[in-house]
């Protein structure tokens, strides 16, 4: 069972109270304004900065289109 799709549409970034998009590949939700990933961990979404990862600049640009 995969994240819930429809999630995407209620959740927000924690910190900046932007959308998030979802790399499916990464299994990350990402904020392209704070440049963090946030990881998903057995279909849960882990919404703390403390858990997210930094994205290369190259990476948020990605995302950003």
Sequence with gaps: MALNI????????????????LDKEKQELICTADRLA????????VLLSSEARTLSLDEAEKWRS
């Design 38 to 45: 946030y990881p998903v961990k057995q279909h849960i979404p």
């Design 6 to 21: 429809a999630l995407l549409d209620i959740i927000a970034c924690p910190l900046c109270k932007n959308k998030l998009k």
